[in-house]
């Protein structure tokens, strides 16, 4: 590590001009750039005392050996020559956005004799038309099969045209009236030039005179009674139509724009820029970038404006740009830009209208972007390692949790209380591993409570198969209270567990004796944890604890999640730890409390819509669900069959006369629901339609006296 004193230049021999600098590591690769209106005042803030500066900027002096600048007269230039630079270093410090695609463009080759239509990727070349960029190649060709009814413009590839050219036919295209053919001479090199540009005019926004013309030729047609070409023109003109309804009216009088909005936090930031012709959203694309350097959002704006337009002139460069904040100082950007263009650009922050609702939309864009972009990071070797020994070092454990359980109590107004445990090996979701439990030591809401059972549930569990596979040491024993079997539910699915309590780079996951029982079938509650996480605070965190406790356990970290402050909880601890919200620790602890809020919720709901669904019928021994259904569609309903003698029910195909009697036993035994009655008129509904009873205004879904809104609000 270099240290910057002894490099920095002699006070006096940095100039205070505009200018570009470059600073060099040890082996003279040039890992950053930057500009200056003034070099001087610019480089004293890299070689002030170490602990006054940004961590990414104080990385960036001790790594690099040496500083050079070159003075230019403007900041137009300085723009100017920083783009050169960085895109010939690729300098490691430099912010530089990071394509996730190679964009298709609509691109028509003007530059040759008979101009074609195509799909074009990577590098622009003169001479050819583009539009887009696209989001998809599908979308590109979907276009073009539409419009090429109106402006029937070459495909072709060049192999295909010189052979239609040698054989005198020419391909598909040609003989349906897609291809003007000029491979066989349908049209001169010069009309299918003017085909190909009146195509490009369409493509550019200019759609009226073209709309226009075909409906005046179809309203001619019409009157000289020649139908049939007045049916292809109202034909043509639906094409043209519905290749505009693909790309919607958003910003009116032709508005020629682009969009870029910045989602970022302190580590990273994502972009999305909309590119908007004749009022329309004709292409979308978008770049993320790590922040290695101290940014504003300006400056970040600014560099997308470079990789944007760094290599475009002309129409490429629109006549008006939107960004969420401007670049400091503003001026030399859009001289830059106008220049580039040819004439004025405007470069500004949209205030109300039609482009401010465009804008947040944008926004929108970028923000999931960025959550896409931290989602796929998660599958990251190194990002997943990264986390876990966050996490090990803030809740100061031993070792790594390779291993990590996250419990969730969910339950509707102290109804159908459930819980579930979800695991994450190695910072990855094992599904075959998770269970969920039903609360069954007492009634009511009291999520500590609950919280201490299934704690407790699930490792007994644990213990009583270490037990009975003999890993006890000496002395040791299973207390009589923790010898009987839970019957807790199965697992997410149905896969078989196929790996070990954690993987380190290289290792592999494999089947093994130690994994499965004596039948074959795999072990469930046979792997401890090293970390338990509870969704809750300090409460939460006590009861789990308390539960390891009793049961002997104490070699199993216990911490809590709160939602309010996303704070981690420790026992016997009276203050939370807090995590940065950038740590990829919390970031981990976070989707697996998440997980495990997504995995309780859904098996309550199941429990709550199948026991709203339950009606007498359920409670008569030996009647499944085939023979309930054919009772109902043979009499259309519950009361209906109520009222039905032995001898009638025995008429159903497969009920046999004791069968018969049971089910009117249990009938007469239980109690009719409530009539429904309509509120607005007081008229008892009666349930003749042939729907059966139910407990519920509908499958799923519990009768309340409250709105559904705050019936949602009441489920946990």
């Known amino acids: 590590m270099a240290d910057p004193s002894s490099y920095r230049p002699r006070p006096g021999e940095i100039p205070d001009s505009p200018g570009v600098y470059r600073f060099r590591d040890e082996h003279r690769r040039v890992i950053y750039v930057g500009k200056a209106k003034s070099l001087r005042q610019r480089l004293a803030n ?217 989602a970022e936090d302190e580590l990273e930031a994502a972009v999305q820029i909309f590119h908007v012709r004749g009022g329309r959203v004709r292409g979308q694309r978008g770049w993320v970038t790590d922040k290695v350097e101290e940014i504003t959002t300006g400056a970040l704006v600014e560099h997308a404006l470079q990789q944007l337009y760094g290599e475009e002139k002309g129409d490429a460069v629109p006549k008006e740009v939107l960004v969420p904040a401007l670049p400091d100082p503003v001026e030399p950007v859009q001289q830059w830009l106008a220049e580039r263009r040819g004439s004025g650009v405007s470069l500004r922050i949209p205030q109300r209208g039609d482009k401010k609702a465009l804008m947040e ?147 592999e996951l494999t089947d093994g004796p130690a994994l499965k029982d004596d039948d074959g079938r795999p072990k469930r509650f046979a792997y401890p944890p090293q970390l338990v996480v509870v969704d809750g605070g300090q409460p939460q965190v006590a009861a789990a604890q308390r539960a390891l406790d009793e049961l002997g356990i104490d070699d199993i970290a216990v911490c809590g999640l709160a939602k309010r402050l996303e704070e981690v909880w420790l026992p016997r601890e009276d203050d939370p730890v807090v995590l940065p919200r950038t740590s990829e620790g919390l970031y981990l602890l976070q989707r697996v409390r998440d997980e495990a809020h997504r995995f309780a919720i859904t098996y309550q709901r199941a429990k709550r819509a199948k026991r709203f669904r339950a009606g007498p019928l359920d409670d008569v021994p030996g009647l499944g669900e085939t023979r309930k259904q054919a009772l109902i569609k043979h009499f259309g309903s519950v009361k209906k069959l109520r009222s039905a003698t032995i001898d009638q029910i025995c008429e159903v195909p497969g009920i046999g006369r004791k069968t018969a009697e049971t089910v009117a036993v249990a009938l007469a035994r239980a109690t009719p629901a409530a009539p429904a009655v309509n509120t607005a008129t007081g008229e008892i509904m009666d349930d003749d339609d042939g729907a059966p009873e139910t407990t519920a205004d509908a499958p799923g879904e519990p009768v309340s006296a409250g709105p559904p809104d705050e019936r949602r609000g009441q489920e946990r």
């Open 46 to 262: 890299y070689f002030q005392d170490l602990a006054h500066l940004h961590p990414r900027t104080r990385t960036m002096v001790t790594t690099a050996a040496s500083v050079e600048w070159t003075v230019v007269s403007t900041e137009v230039e300085a723009l100017q020559l920083e783009y050169s630079w960085i895109k010939e270093y690729d300098p490691r410090f430099n912010v530089k956005y990071r394509d996730d695609k190679s964009y298709p463009y609509l691109a028509v080759t003007m530059n040759e004799e008979f101009p074609r239509v195509q799909v074009m990727r990577g590098q622009k070349k003169k001479g050819v038309r583009y539009f887009g960029p696209y989001g998809h190649a599908w979308a590109i060709r979907d276009t073009v099969d539409l419009l090429l009814r109106v402006f029937p413009v070459r495909t072709c590839s060049a192999g295909v045209f010189k052979n239609a050219a040698r054989t005198g036919r020419p391909c598909l295209l040609g003989y349906i009236g897609k291809c003007s053919a000029p491979c066989v001479g349908r049209i001169t090199p010069d009309d299918h030039w003017d085909l190909a540009d009146e195509f490009c005019d369409f493509m550019a926004g200019r759609t009226g005179t073209y709309l226009r013309r075909l409906e005046r030729q179809m309203a001619e047609a019409a009157e000289e009674m020649e139908y049939e070409r007045a049916a292809r023109l109202r034909d043509d003109i639906g094409a043209l139509k519905k290749a505009m309804e693909k790309s919607a009216v958003v910003l009116a009088d032709a508005t020629d724009a682009d969009l870029i909005a910045v």
């Open 361 to 507: 939309t944008v926004q929108r864009n970028a923000q999931q972007a960025l959550v896409l972009h931290k989602t796929k990071r998660a599958s990251d070797l190194t990002t997943r390692s990264r986390a876990l020994e966050e996490i090990a070092e803030a809740l100061d454990l031993d070792s790594a949790p390779l291993r990590i359980e996250c419990y969730d109590i969910s339950h509707l107004q102290g109804d159908d209380v459930v819980a579930s445990m979800v695991v994450f090996e190695d910072g990855l979701a094992r599904k075959s591993e998770y269970r969920r439990f039903q609360i069954k030591g007492f009634e009511g809401q009291d999520d500590v409570r609950s919280m201490h059972e299934v704690i407790t549930r699930r490792f007994r569990r644990y213990l009583a198969e270490k037990e009975r596979t003999g890993e006890w040491a000496d002395g040791e024993g299973l207390a009589d209270d923790a010898r009987h079997p839970n019957g807790d539910a199965a697992p997410d699915d149905g896969a078989a567990r196929t790996g070990g309590r954690g993987l380190t780079d290289g290792q």
